[in-house]
């Protein structure tokens, strides 16, 4: 669901708890004031008046005269910062996809403070993309001179110069785009010129380890229309001085990854290294020996997820179970109570809680139209920590789980055959969808092989489910199981997604700490072996969502056999088709519903053709090490593929059959050959596609037994198509001449695409095209048959040569 984000850092000055408002408002600190001529800074005791608002912590903030000063005490001088800005509260529609909202994280820097000349300090932003610390530090430094963000003029010094006061209000008022919205944010949303003139400071809050900054911005708009005023609260934090100790990414177990160029890991080459995000979860002092023992100890830090107060209350138990169902993963780890979920307190409870304080993770109920949830996470970028995270939840992705579970599950839950579900249902949906995104925000990415390791006949029996579940992992994209039938009569918490074997295994391996490592490089032989021993057991197995040839790393799918699951998907839709009219139906309403829940089972069924289709031209990617026998990339073999031609044949040529009936038309006005039409052009473009045809030749030139050939797809293809032989029937006839024109058309795209690739996919396309051009105008039949054979071949004469006259027919 959700796109994750994984950022570079931020920025802090530490408070003690406490609050201050501009006094008066936004007149009192209004942008556009003209600064005061600069003197030598004075004496702390003399500029600060007895009147002004003060907030102590570990530096000092100040309020006079309109303006606020902080204290840069020599301490921070050099430290890491991390900044992060949000939107706290969004302009009136300025919207764009999925930004735009409250919550919303909007920037985010890595800064340092550093004492400059001429009682100046500088506010410096680094990148760490490359780094050195042993072999050649000063050339990587000097390669890469931080960026001067700001010059702040110090306004007032101790005697002793250690604490130095300044001015942040024109920095806060400012349109910069490291603080606030950066230029690819601002074209998405139409975000024009900042007005200062409509711009104010509205507060601060600090706590004992960030200040939170908040401001009203008013821009002007790109596109024309009246300005738009938002509320940005910028979050500044204090990095760690010891950074995490971190843990080397590895394609074997999914994890995020902050990368950078590294100079230092082997003296004769560039590396890139990468390291995964986790939290910085550990043992308290006194429990180390326990945790040593293998005893089970609760971290020193746990992980806590707030409930937006802004949160329906009927949802809130749900997602608090759905984070609190990680906490047997964490238990693999070592550490018991690791991570949980609470309500935000109340204003009488706390006070200072703020949703966007930088010191708690949340998930943030949007009101929003969009059907997704994501889960994003904030990390520091020299170690890969995870410092903070919110969790997107828009409001209206309970549509898209009804619909999901309607069309996978409605024959075998009875409480999903109907438009609107009950309430524990959805409750136990939105539990699933929370478990998955909070596992992105732990650092986990989709595991797409954890759908495909157990077979249909698996997936149907309720004994093995209840003892393994249907997918190894929650990470995948694995939904429902659309392969169990009504006669099975599984219960219905045997449908959902659980956290499984592969996500327990995964926090095991990320969370685990070696206290007697503290280096990374020493940990590699060590997690390595830990690795090679675990995925003996295929149920532990990581597939990345990135691949594009792999059939067993797909979205929405089940089993390891998509011709046998899919076939029981598809019956499950047709059991849908005969009931939907009734089960779609809402009091006192028209037939929208009907259409919207009909157009999903026309996109299960696409996901189901296209799950098959995947495995012609598919290749099998496992990551390996040197230690591991076996090969990392081997074709499908050639009877998989042969077989999934036969699934694809027969149900393209029946589906007119079942999932185009007269009474949709009738009641939605949706068109047959249309919905079909657009099935046909995906499935055909799927097969007839240049990395499909490359990987086939590649298979056939390493030598693969038996390898399955361009030549054997395509006359499959053509024995699938029939020509020559139309069906008896009138409608059959019709649906069979759309199934020929996609094909064609996929074909002359095949052959019309330009750049580099095998000479020989494109040879083989045109060779294709000559030979139908051909036989189609040699084809006869009724005078529609013919029209038909004469317009197919012309599509070819015009492709193949362009200035020929058409045939005549």
């Given amino acids: 669901m959700q796109k994750v984000i994984t950022t570079f850092v931020f920025i802090l000055f530490w408070f003690a708890a406490g609050e201050l408002f501009a006094a008066g408002g936004a007149s009192d600190s209004l942008a556009g004031k ?17 009147d002004a608002k003060i907030v102590k912590g570990l530096t000092t903030l100040y309020f006079q005269d309109g303006k606020y000063y902080i204290n840069i005490n020599d301490t921070l001088f050099g430290r890491d910062i991390r900044m992060v800005s949000r ?52 050339n990587v430094q000097n390669s890469n001179f931080p960026t001067i963000v700001e010059v702040f003029r110090i306004k007032a010094q101790s005697a002793d110069k250690t604490d130095n006061l300044i001015e942040v209000n024109d920095f806060l008022l400012s349109d910069s785009e490291y603080l606030f919205f950066p230029k690819k ?135 608090i179970q759905g984070v609190n169902d990680w906490q047997a993963a964490f238990e693999k780890a070592g550490f018991k109570n690791a991570i949980y979920a609470r309500r935000a307190p109340s204003v009488e409870e706390d006070s200072t809680w ?33 410092i903070e995270s919110h969790i997107n939840w ?61 077979d249909a006949s698996q997936l149907r029996d309720e004994d093995f489910l209840r003892e393994n579940g249907h997918a190894t992992s929650i990470m995948d ?132 053709l296209l799950h098959v289709a995947k495995w012609v031209g598919g290749v099998y990617e496992t990551p390996k090490t040197v230690e591991q026998t076996g090969p990392v990339y081997s074709p499908v073999e050639r009877w998989k593929q042969k077989k999934a031609m036969a699934f694809l044949a027969e149900n393209l040529c029946e589906s007119h059959k079942w999932l185009v009936p007269d009474t949709i038309y009738r009641m939605t006005g949706v068109k047959g050959e249309e919905t079909l039409g657009k ?27 038996g390898a399955y050939t361009m030549e054997e797809l395509y006359n499959d293809l053509n024995a699938m198509l029939s020509w020559g032989s139309m069906p008896k029937g009138n409608t059959d006839a019709m649906y069979k001449r759309a199934m020929q024109e996609s094909y064609v058309n996929a074909l002359i795209r095949l052959y019309a695409e330009n750049g580099s690739g095998n000479a020989e996919v494109r040879s083989m396309a045109h060779y294709q095209l000559l030979k139908l051009r051909d036989r189609l105008m040699h084809l006869r039949g009724t005078e529609r048959e013919r029209a038909h054979y004469g317009y197919l071949a012309d599509l070819i004469e015009n492709e193949l040569e362009p200035d020929s006259k058409a045939s005549q027919y």
């Fill in 354 to 386: 703020s949703l966007e304080d930088a010191r708690h993770s949340a998930i943030v109920y949007k009101p929003s139209a969009i059907a997704n949830a994501s889960g994003p996470h904030v990390s520091d970028p020299r170690s890969g920590e995870i």
């Fill in 34 to 50: 003209k600064p005061e001529k600069d003197d030598a800074p004075q004496l702390v005791e003399e500029f600060i008046r007895d």
């Fill in 477 to 608: 994209y694995a939904r429902f199981n659309y392969v169990a039938q009504p006669e099975d009569s599984i219960p219905r918490e045997l449908l959902f997604p659980r956290i499984n074997f592969y996500d327990k295994w995964a926090i095991e391996w990320g969370y685990r700490r070696f206290p007697d490592i503290d280096d990374p490089v020493e940990e590699l032989p060590k997690i390595n072996g830990w690795i090679v021993e675990k995925t003996k057991d295929a149920r532990l197995l990581f597939g990345t969502e990135r691949s594009l040839d792999d059939p067993r790393l797909q979205s929405e799918d089940l089993g390891s056999d998509h011709t046998e699951s899919n076939m029981y998907g598809i019956r499950n839709l047709k059991y849908i088709m005969e009931h939907l009219v009734e089960w779609t139906s809402l009091p006192n309403e028209g037939y929208d519903n009907l259409k919207t829940y009909y157009n999903e089972v026309v996109s299960q069924y696409g996901r189901y």
């Fill in 394 to 454: 828009y409001h209206n992705v309970m549509s898209l789980l009804n619909k999901w579970y309607f069309v996978q599950c409605a024959p075998s839950d009875t409480g999903a055959r109907k438009a609107v579900f009950d309430s524990e249902l959805m409750g136990q949906l939105i539990r699933f969808v929370s478990s998955h995104e909070v596992g992105h925000t732990l650092g986990l990415r989709h595991n797409f092989i954890g759908s495909a390791i157990y």
């Fill in 679 to 705: 099935l046909y052009d995906k499935v055909f473009g799927k097969l007839l596609d240049r990395r499909v045809m490359t990987n086939l030749y590649n298979a056939e030139l390493i030598g693969s037994n």
């Fill in 185 to 319: 944010y601002k074209t998405s949303l139409g975000i024009g010129a900042l007005q200062k003139d409509r711009s104010y400071i509205s507060g601060i809050k600090t706590f004992p380890i960030n200040t939170e900054f908040r401001v009203v911005h008013t821009y002007l708009r790109q596109s024309g229309t009246p300005a738009m005023t938002c509320e940005l609260n910028l979050s500044f934090v204090l990095l760690p001085e010891v950074p995490m100790t971190p843990r080397y990414a590895d394609d074997r177990v999914g994890y995020f990854t902050v990368t950078y160029t590294d100079f230092d890991r082997n003296p004769q080459k560039v590396e890139y290294t990468s390291m995964i995000t986790r939290w910085r979860l550990e043992p308290k002092p006194e429990d180390m020996e326990k945790y040593m023992r293998g005893e089970l100890v609760e971290p020193a830090k746990p992980i806590v997820f707030y409930i937006d107060p802004a949160t329906p209350e009927e949802w809130v138990p749900y997602l």
């Fill in 87 to 138: 939107i706290s509260r969004a302009a009136e529609g300025a919207r764009f996809n999925f930004s735009g909202y409250a919550g919303d994280i909007v920037n985010s820097a890595m800064f340092r403070f550093e004492r400059g000349p001429e009682d100046k300090i500088f506010l410096k932003s680094l990148s760490l993309r490359e780094r050195s610390d042993t072999i050649m530090p000063e």
